[in-house]
């Protein structure tokens, strides 16, 4: 059996592999043409029986072939080549889910990456004068529009706009937050952490629960740079609470001569047109509040590309621009692409609402929600017969990335109890598959949440889980 193994020179002239290793390159098909016969002798060497005419327990032995083996080589290269970052398909019912990636963006949004990804372009080049330009100017009047601000820049992420922002306006001096506000976002960003790497100390003030006016004002001194509001974009304290209202800071601010930073977190942009946005803070109202500095996500409640974006007075703008920290923190330019163009769907509410699927999903109405867990439920009925009791219930999705935490948006779920198989064995096999579906577990039974599917991806689920329960597709189609 050993010796019917080809040698790797021989498999690498076999039948369709000079061509693959012309499109590939010669190194991937050759390695992965040492591993591959390496692992059919390892396999052999422990399963083959004495006469090596079958396994010890009566399988066939593997079709070591020229034409079969080339056949699994290729297969092996396309697994090796396949990338590791892919699509999959997001049925929690979580909108803004930051480990899939958070916000998906519109199809402005991506044609505008693809046509500059590509070629050259005007990122850093005044067209009219033919001098050096600034790329933060590419965007900087349409955010000033759309925030009400004098002046905006945007970096690679909301933490880095923070960073920068306290790094510029507050590096060796004192600034001065709630303790109701020291939020923790994702693990790993955290205002007591981002200050104290800024430069910046903390001075806290007030409690988890109650912080007054007052508090702020007797924690001011010599050495205060400014006054900074957390929005607690991930949790809300309730019961006992109190806060002082940003235009009360901002009063006490400006009696004081000291400017107001707000980190906004998500931040909806423009209007209050999108139903169940209603208690984000708006960008547009922090500002026109008197906040001097507010920082936001472009992939949050935005629905653009990751970003972070400072807007505000422009004196404050411009020594954020000025810091060598913005260099490092800078945005690249397929971001900048996709990011003007999310914004420029939002210089209409109604044309933002229907094009960014952020937007839209959570705006989806409970009925449309209704029908189409009911039409994936009678697909998945039909699919699976006895394999599983599929049965339609009311249901709550979620904004989710540090965004309207508490909301319980109303939707129908379709829930799956599989007959004969865990619920932790089927949630796998859809991660595991091709394209992988992520579904919400709850006891015994798999819950799929229709808001958060994209078009077409309704019938591509029903599709994946049929395979999840039959993975040798035997499954009767119709
Ligand atoms: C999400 C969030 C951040 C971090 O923003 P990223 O864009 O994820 O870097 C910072 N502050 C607040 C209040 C947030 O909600």
Redesign the pocket.
Known sequence: MLRQIPAVHRLLEAPGIPALRERVGHAVVKESAEEMLASLRDEIRATAAADGAATRDGRPLPDLSLEALARRLEEAVARRLAPRLRPVINATGVVLHTNLGRAPLSAAAIRAMVEVAGRYSNLEMDLATGERGSRHSLVDDLLRKLTGAEAAMVVN????A?LLALSALAAGRQVIVSRGEL?E??GS?RIPEVMAQSGAGLVEVGTTNKTRAADYRRAVGPDTALFLK??T??YRIIGFTEEVPLTELVAMGRELGLPVMY????GVLAGRFAAGLGDEPNVREAVAAGADLV?F????LLGGP?A?IIAGRGDLVELCRRHPLARALRIDKLTLAALEATLKLYLDGALALREVPVLRMLATPPEELARRAEHLAAVLRRRLGGRARVTCQPGASRSG???LPGLDLPTTLVSVEPQGLSVDLLAGALRLGDPPVLARIAGDHLLLDPRTLLPGEDEAVAEAVVRAFDPQGHSARG
């Open positions: 992420n909301n933490a880095a923070v939020v976002i994702g960003f957390v929005h974009s991930n980190d906004l977190g998500s920082t996500s472009g992939d949050k990751q972070g990335g540090g965004s």
